[in-house]
């Protein structure tokens, strides 16, 4: 055997070249020259500068401080790059992650947030609503969703200030206003949409790759007595538009292919523009799991999710509305069957607390089987809460 060379990764390193995640950072020494990096173990390859040394046709959507543009420019381009990436990890420049600062790494366009676990519906449906049915009758019918607010979709490690809003316990003659005092997680995936769509052409569900890149964590961030006492009944609003946490690093979809799951059995026949039962296995074998301040709370697994990505990007555009470059849609809260699998504090405590605290930490990590074994990581998305701006009431 040959000795390995310091660009070798060890064996079972998530981060390995069936991965190759993309992201924007900046080099230490140089803050505002944001570019596009991508991760091979626990460093940055300088893709632009790679790009540029190989005489790449592609190195000036590399030279860029956001991927939108590499977004846009569609999967034969997305496969020629990550093909072009494999063979720049021999020379290519190699930055420690400890000496970059990492960025939001694409503009985000629409925020849509789905609801596509039927543990976690059924288990808040009965939390939020004892007196109903845990599941609506449309849930398994289409994928429920709302839009939220992509301006405050931030990259991992950006504090999270505690949200301020109106809340009124059951019990409460009026609503009162300050700090939430139920804030929590809910872990999430996310699909970053490349290839946009005019309108009136809605996305198949075998066109699904040809729109979406790529896939990260989220921490879609919740105030549940914000959201409680305001969602009857247009949905979620101000309870989770104050902070959405994104993982700095991409992940193309083509690194998921080993990782390709069935969803669950479906309850009733789709309409024929959600009917996956001859399409390819939709759903992916992601094994999600939540830290708060180091210790393990929950491991939830997405491949347990009903509605898949595809529905869901389906849906999205059946009724006519067109797809923007750098769209942005997460699956929902993701929650298994089991205590121990729920995504959020809301299920694990069975709605009755402890919520989050100052200064807790919460980090999401995942990774997926890939090919011959390895495995195929997803960025952490990482956040911390702070104490709340401490205003009066408004
Ligand atoms: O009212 C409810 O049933 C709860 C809604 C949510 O919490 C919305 C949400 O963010 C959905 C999700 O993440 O699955
Ligand atoms: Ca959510
Ligand atoms: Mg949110």
Same mark, same amino acid.
């Given at each position: 055997m040959s000795q390995q060379s310091p660009r070798e990764l060890a064996e079972g390193d998530p981060f390995g070249a069936a991965t190759l995640p993309y992201g924007v950072f900046s080099p230490a020494d140089a803050p505002d020259r944001r570019r596009i990096g991508v991760r091979y173990g626990d460093r940055v390859l300088d893709a632009s500068a790679a790009a540029a040394a190989h005489g790449s046709a592609h190195a000036d959507l590399l030279d860029r401080p956001t991927l939108n543009p590499l977004l846009a420019a569609g999967r034969p381009v997305w496969q020629a790059v990550r093909a072009e990436v494999r063979g720049w990890l021999d020379d290519g420049p190699l930055l420690p992650l400890e000496d970059v600062t990492l960025h939001l790494p694409f503009e985000v366009a629409d925020y849509v947030d789905f609801y596509a676990s039927e543990h976690h519906a059924t288990n808040v449906g009965r939390i939020?609503? @004892?007196?109903?049915? @845990? #599941? %609506? *009758?449309n849930w398994k019918h289409l994928p429920i969703g709302y839009h939220g607010r992509a301006g405050t979709v931030v990259v991992s490690g950006t504090d999270v200030v505690r949200p301020q809003g109106q809340r009124k316990a059951p019990g409460d003659a009026v609503p009162s206003f300050g700090p939430s005092l139920r804030l929590d997680i809910e872990a999430e995936v996310g699909f970053v949409v490349g290839t946009p769509a005019p309108a009136n052409t809605p996305v198949a569900l075998g066109d699904f790759r040809e729109h979406v890149f790529g896939v990260c964590l989220v921490n879609d961030w919740s105030a549940r007595d914000v959201q409680a006492w305001e969602y009857? @009944? #247009? =949905? *979620?609003? #101000?309870g989770k538009s104050f902070a959405t946490s994104v993982s700095a690093w991409i992940t193309p979809l083509d690194a998921f292919d080993e990782a390709r799951t069935a969803p669950p059995e479906r309850t009733y026949p789709l309409l024929p523009y959600l009917d996956?039962? +001859? +399409?390819? @296995? =939709? =759903?992916i074998d992601l094994r999600i799991e939540v830290t708060i301040n180091g210790e393990t709370v929950s491991r939830p697994p997405f +491949?347990?999710?009903?509605? %898949?990505a595809a529905q869901q990007l389906a849906h999205m555009t059946v009724n006519g509305a067109s797809l923007r470059t750098g769209d942005f849609f997460a699956s929902g809260t993701v929650s298994g069957p089991e205590p121990d699998q729920r995504g959020c504090l809301l299920e694990l405590t069975e709605g009755k607390g402890p919520y989050l605290a100052d200064g807790d930490v919460v980090t999401l990590t995942a990774w997926a089987p890939g090919p011959g074994g390895a495995r195929i990581g997803l960025g952490e998305v990482t956040g911390r809460v702070v104490p709340d701006r401490g205003a009066a009431t408004p």
């Open positions: 939020f609503r @004892p007196d109903s049915e @845990p #599941l %609506t *009758p009857v @009944p #247009l =949905g *979620p609003f #101000l996956d039962s +001859a +399409a390819e @296995p =939709g =759903g +491949a347990s999710m009903y509605w %898949t």
